[in-house]
């Protein structure tokens, strides 16, 4: 079964970039069965969507995100990454990554520990 | 935009059904997938499709879904099930995927 785990610095400063990796093992990120997503949970709140791609460059993004995010795939290294920019405080959560699958009908079958960030001076 | 509406919270006795509900216009033309939550873990899919549900997860979890509410059913509640639970939808008109708000099940 596919295992994904994200990296990423904990602490981001206001008005810079986040950037977090998501390392896919158990299987091939170029499996056409699967799609590859972010999802973030804010402190004590629920799950949001961030965005989603194919390892062939289909990208699907929040449209309350669409404008800060971007998500890409290297098939060299079996990852995805994530990157938010011009960051606040509102930003601070925990971020997942997850395979998806469903063929039109996405579920999120296999997640990431998740990691926190922080925004902070 | 899509919205999927869940209660906060809902509380069960052991061994009694827990329904959690969650609302969505003509949610049953969509295919509804739910989410188990506990402290500090990541979330785990328990129903997908509506009432699908992978080998890893009891029987005793279970998915409906018609009109505009989609329900999880747990029977013989257990403590361990005191988690917090998700729907989540995959809104093919706008391309987006939509989670409910969450509901907290409290094993009383």
């Not at chain 1, 810079?16 to 896919?24: D, N, R």
């Not at chain 1, 791609?53 to 995010?69: A, E, F, I, N």
């Not at chain 2, 959690?20 to 402290?39: A, L």
């Not at chain 2, 080998?55 to 005793?60: D, N, Q």
Request: glycine share 10%; hydrophobic share 30%.
């Amino acid at each position: 079964q596919l295992q994904l785990q994200e990296s990423g610095p904990g602490l981001v400063k206001p008005s810079e970039t986040l950037s977090l990796t998501c390392s896919v093992s158990g299987g091939s990120i170029t499996n056409s069965d699967y799609y590859w997503g972010w999802i973030r949970q804010p402190p004590g709140k629920g799950l949001e969507w961030i965005a989603s791609m194919s390892y062939s460059g289909t990208t699907y993004y929040s449209p309350s995100l669409k404008s800060r995010v971007t998500i890409s795939v290297d098939t060299s290294k079996n990852q995805f990454s994530l990157k938010l920019t011009s960051v606040t405080a509102s930003d601070t959560a925990v971020y997942y990554c997850a395979s998806l699958v469903g063929g039109g009908w996405y579920w999120f079958d296999y997640w990431g520990q998740g990691t926190l960030v922080t925004v902070s001076s | 935009s899509y919205v999927l509406t869940q209660p906060p919270s809902v509380s069960v006795a052991p061994g009694q059904t827990a329904r959690i509900t969650c609302g969505g216009n003509n949610i049953g033309s969509k295919s509804v997938h739910w989410y188990q939550q506990k402290p500090g873990l990541a979330p785990v899919l328990l129903i997908y499709f509506d009432y699908d549900r992978p080998s890893r997860i009891p029987e005793r979890f279970s998915g409906s879904s018609s009109g505009n509410t989609a329900t999880l059913t747990i029977s013989r509640v257990e403590a361990d099930d005191e988690a917090d639970y998700y729907c989540q939808v995959w809104d093919s008109n706008s391309d987006q995927s939509v989670f409910g708000g969450g509901t907290k099940l409290t094993v009383l």
